[in-house]
C-alpha cells in the first residue's frame, strides 16, 4: 500500500459518498427547495441570522468541526492497526458523519432556526434538554482533560516547543492591535504576523534556549504529587493561566487575534505535509500491521522488550475504536455547530448539502492525513518499534509532530525546524479551543447555578472554578481513559441529533432509516464502550498514585452518569418514536 | 479550428476557482472576526432600542419625547429586534464556535 493511494481511495470516498449517496438523500428525502426563505432571510437580525456566501459558510463550518479531535483520534487508533482506523474513517463518514451534519442543518433550517435544546424538549421529551446540557458540560471537561494533558504534559514538556507557543500568542495579540487598534489592512497584518511567528518558533529552536527550558523542567523523577513530574505540573499551570486571559479578556483583544493566527500556522502546516506527502510518495513500512490485534495490545503485537514504559492494551476493537475516533468520523458537536451556526446563515436551502456535507468529507481527508502522519510519516523513518516507543511515552501528539515534520522535509524544510512547528501547531490547536471552552463552561455554570448562587455570575470566580475544574481533570487520571470518554460524551451528542432527524423525518412522512440506523449503532456502540471504560477503570483501583485513583474514580462517576442518562434519553425516544406525531406531549 | 479559442473558458473558470477559494479561505478566517463585530453592533442597537422602546415588549418605560421623534428610523427594524429579543435562547445557542 502506497500513501498516495491511501489519499486516492480518500477521494474516492469523498467523490462516491458526496456525489452519489448524499446528493441522491438531498434531491429524494430532504428535497430542498430554493423559493423558501431560510431563517437566515426570513428573521434576518444581524445578530444570529445573517444570510452569507455558500463558499464563505463552507470556510466557516470547516473550521468550526475541524480541530484536534480529527488529529489525535486517528494516531490513537493506529494501535488496532492502520486498517480499522482507515475503514472507519471512510465508512463512518460515508454513513453516518456527513449524515449528521447535513440533516443538523436542514433540522434546523426547516425548522426557523431552533437550537439543538429546543427541539430536544420538543420533539423527544423536557428532561431530554436538560440531558443534552448535561452531556455538553461534561464533554467540555473532558475536552480540557484530554487537551490539557496533551498541552501541558506532551508537547509544552519539550524543552523546544513553550517559547515558539508563548512567542506566537504576543504576536497574536500583536495583530488585535494592528487590526483593531491601528486599523490596518488585514493583509499586510497577515503577512507581518506570521512572519514573525515563524521567527518566533525558530527562536525556541536555538539551543541556548533549550538549556533553559531544560533547566526549568527539571529532572523528570521530580514529582509533585502522585506520578505529576514538576514539568507536567508547571507546564500545565500555564496553559490553565493561558486560558484564564482567554476566557476573560474581550474576545478582540486575546481569542480572536491569537486564533487568526495559529490558523495560518495550522493551515501552512497542513497544505505543506500534504504537498510533501505527494512529493514524497512512500509505501507503507512493511513492519506496520495493518491489523494488530482485536484488543489494541501493542506488546502483543511487536517486541516492547527495548520501550521504556509500559504500554497497555486499548480494550476491544469494537466499540472503543469507535469512539476513539469520534472527529474524523462523526461527531456530536459539529451537530451543534450546525444548527445553532450554520443553519442560521444558509441563503439557500440547497447551500445545505455543499456546506455541511462537503465540509465533513474535507474533515475526512485531514483525518487520513493524519493517519498517515503516523503510518508513514514515523512508520517509514522510525518503524512500528518507533510509533510504539512514543505512544508509551505518552506521546500521541508527538507522533504527529514526527510525522508532519518528515513529510515537510520533502519540499525542503529541515526536521529541525519541522518538529517543533509540528508540536507548536498541535499546541496552537488545542489551546484555542481551550480557551473558548473554558469561556463556555462559564457561561454555562452562571447559567446552571447563577440564580441559586449568585457568585456564579461573576466573571472571575466562574472563570476561577471552571478551571479549577479543568485542573482536576488535567492532573489526574490516564490520558486514553479520558479520550475514550470525551469520545463518549461527543458520541451521545451525536446520537441524540441522528435521533431529532429521525424523530423530526418520521413527523414530517419521510424516510428515516438512513439517520435511524447511525443512530442505533452509535448509541449501542457508545454505551458500550462508556461501561467498558467505567468497569475498566473501577475495577484497577488497588496500588495506584493518588492522582491515577482520584482521576479513575472521577472517570467511573462520570461514564456511569453518561450512561444512565443515555438510557433515560433512549427510554423517551422509544416512547416519542410511538407517539402518532413526533412532537412531545409538554405538560402546561 | 483556433486552438487558441478555448482560453477565454479556462481563464473565466480559473478566475472563478480562485474567487470561490478566496471565499473559502475568508470563511475560515476573517468571517468569524466580522461576524463578531456585527454581532456586538447589533446588540447594542438592540439593547438601545430596549431602553426607549422597551414599552413595545411590556418593559415599564414610559416612552420620553424623543421616542417619537426615533420612531421613523427605529420602525423598519422592529419585527426583527422584537424576534430577536424574545427568542427563547439557551446554551446550544453559544455552540457555533470552534471546540472539538
Known amino acids: 500500500m502506497n500513501?498516495?493511494?491511501?489519499?486516492?481511495?480518500?477521494f474516492l470516498g469523498i467523490a462516491v459518498g458526496y456525489g452519489v449517496y448524499a446528493r441522491s438523500i438531498d434531491k429524494n428525502i430532504m428535497q430542498p427547495d430554493d423559493k423558501k426563505a431560510t431563517p437566515a432571510k426570513m428573521y434576518m437580525d444581524g445578530v444570529d441570522f445573517t444570510p452569507a456566501n455558500r463558499n464563505v459558510l463552507f470556510g466557516y463550518q470547516f473550521k468550526s468541526i475541524a480541530a484536534l479531535g480529527p488529529i489525535v483520534g486517528p494516531i490513537v487508533a493506529v494501535r488496532w492497526g492502520w486498517l480499522p482506523a482507515l475503514l472507519w474513517i471512510i465508512v463512518g463518514t460515508f454513513f453516518i458523519g456527513w449524515v449528521q451534519d447535513y440533516s443538523s442543518i436542514m433540522l434546523g433550517v426547516r425548522e426557523d432556526g431552533q437550537s439543538f435544546g429546543a427541539l430536544s424538549y420538543r420533539l423527544v421529551s423536557p428532561r431530554a434538554r436538560t440531558i443534552l446540557l448535561t452531556f455538553i458540560y461534561f464533554y467540555l471537561l473532558l475536552i480540557m482533560g484530554a487537551f490539557g494533558?496533551?498541552?501541558?504534559?506532551?508537547?509544552?514538556?519539550?524543552?523546544?516547543?513553550?517559547?515558539?507557543?508563548?512567542?506566537?500568542?504576543?504576536?497574536?495579540?500583536?495583530?488585535?492591535q494592528m487590526t483593531y487598534k491601528w486599523k490596518m489592512d488585514i493583509i499586510l497584518t497577515s503577512l507581518v504576523t506570521v512572519v514573525l511567528a515563524f521567527v518566533g518558533i525558530w527562536i525556541g529552536t536555538l539551543s541556548g534556549v533549550q538549556s533553559l527550558l531544560t533547566a526549568i523542567n527539571g529532572s523528570p523523577d521530580t514529582t509533585v504529587f502522585g506520578s505529576?513530574?514538576?514539568?507536567?505540573?508547571?507546564?500545565s499551570l500555564v496553559v490553565l493561566v493561558i486560558c484564564y486571559f482567554g476566557a476573560v479578556l474581550p474576545i478582540w483583544r486575546w481569542a480572536q487575534p491569537i486564533n487568526y493566527v495559529a490558523f495560518w500556522i495550522v493551515f501552512l502546516g497542513i497544505l505543506g505535509g500534504t504537498i510533501g506527502l505527494l512529493i514524497w510518495h512512500p509505501a507503507f513500512?512493511?513492519?506496520?500491521?495493518?491489523?494488530?490485534?482485536?484488543?489494541?495490545?501493542?506488546?502483543?503485537?511487536t517486541d516492547c522488550s527495548g520501550v521504556e514504559k509500559t504500554v497497555g492494551a486499548m480494550g476491544p476493537l469494537w466499540p472503543l475504536l469507535f469512539v476513539t475516533i469520534a472527529c474524523g468520523a462523526i461527531s456530536g458537536w459539529?451537530?451543534?455547530?450546525?444548527?445553532?451556526?450554520?443553519?442560521?446563515?444558509?441563503?439557500?436551502?440547497?447551500?445545505?448539502?455543499?456546506?455541511?456535507?462537503?465540509a465533513m468529507f474535507l474533515e475526512m481527508f485531514l483525518a487520513v492525513l493524519s493517519l498517515l502522519t503516523a503510518v508513514v510519516g514515523v512508520g517509514v523513518t522510525r518503524g512500528f518499534?518507533?510509533?510504539?516507543?512514543?505512544?508509551?511515552?505518552?506521546?500521541?501528539?508527538?507522533v504527529f509532530a514526527v510525522g508532519l515534520s518528515e513529510m515537510m522535509s520533502h519540499i525542503g524544510i529541515p526536521v529541525s525546524f519541522g518538529l517543533p512547528y509540528g508540536s507548536v501547531f498541535l499546541?496552537?490547536?488545542?489551546?484555542?479551543?481551550?480557551?473558548?471552552?473554558?469561556?463556555?463552561?462559564?457561561?454555562?455554570?452562571?447559567?446552571f447555578l447563577g440564580d441559586s448562587i449568585p457568585l456564579f455570575k461573576n466573571t472571575t470566580f466562574g472563570t476561577l472554578v471552571a478551571l479549577a475544574l479543568s485542573a482536576l481533570f488535567i492532573w489526574t487520571g490516564f490520558w486514553a481513559r479520558i479520550w475514550i470518554l470525551f469520545g463518549g460524551a461527543n458520541q451521545l451528542m451525536a446520537s441524540l441529533a441522528l435521533l431529532l432527524v429521525t424523530l423530526w423525518l418520521k413527523s414530517n412522512g419521510k424516510k428515516y432509516l438512513w439517520t435511524l440506523i447511525p443512530f442505533a449503532f452509535m448509541f449501542v456502540t457508545t454505551i458500550y464502550a462508556l461501561l467498558l471504560t467505567a468497569y475498566k477503570v473501577l475495577s484497577t483501583l488497588s496500588g495506584l498514585p493518588v492522582d491515577k485513583f482520584v482521576g479513575n474514580i472521577l472517570a467511573g462517576v462520570i461514564a456511569i452518569y453518561l450512561v444512565a442518562a443515555a438510557l433515560i434519553l433512549g427510554w423517551d425516544a422509544f416512547k416519542a418514536f410511538r407517539r402518532p406525531g413526533a412532537e412531545a406531549k409538554v405538560e402546561a | 479550428m483556433n486552438p487558441f479559442s478555448s482560453l477565454p473558458i479556462v481563464s473565466h473558470k480559473l478566475r472563478n476557482l480562485l474567487k470561490t477559494l478566496g471565499e473559502i479561505l475568508y470563511g475560515a478566517t476573517v468571517y468569524e472576526m466580522v461576524r463578531d463585530l456585527h454581532k456586538e453592533r447589533a446588540s447594542l442597537e438592540h439593547m438601545f432600542t430596549l431602553v426607549v422602546f422597551g414599552d413595545l415588549l411590556g418593559v415599564p418605560i414610559l416612552p420620553p419625547y424623543y421616542t417619537l421623534r426615533l420612531l421613523p428610523y427605529v420602525v423598519p427594524n422592529i419585527t426583527g429586534w422584537r424576534r430577536s429579543m424574545l427568542r427563547e435562547r439557551d446554551l446550544t445557542d453559544l455552540c457555533d464556535q470552534e471546540i472539538t
Request: charge should be neutral.
Open chain 1, 3 to 10: 500513501a498516495v493511494i491511501t489519499l486516492i481511495i480518500g
Open chain 1, 149 to 176: 494533558k496533551i498541552v501541558g504534559y506532551d508537547l509544552m514538556s519539550n524543552p523546544a516547543v513553550p517559547i515558539g507557543v508563548l512567542l506566537v500568542i504576543l504576536i497574536g495579540l500583536l495583530a488585535g
Open chain 1, 228 to 235: 505529576v513530574t514538576w514539568a507536567q505540573f508547571f507546564w
Open chain 1, 285 to 301: 513500512p512493511a513492519d506496520f500491521p495493518a491489523f494488530t490485534n482485536w484488543n489494541g495490545d501493542l506488546c502483543a503485537a
Open chain 1, 334 to 358: 459539529h451537530s451543534l455547530v450546525s444548527s445553532s451556526g450554520t443553519a442560521r446563515q444558509l441563503e439557500k436551502e440547497s447551500d445545505a448539502l455543499y456546506v455541511g456535507g462537503g
Open chain 1, 385 to 398: 518499534a518507533g510509533y510504539v516507543s512514543l505512544v508509551a511515552a505518552g506521546k500521541n501528539a508527538g
Open chain 1, 427 to 447: 499546541t496552537l490547536m488545542a489551546l484555542t479551543i481551550m480557551y473558548l471552552v473554558v469561556r463556555f463552561m462559564r457561561v454555562a455554570s452562571a447559567e
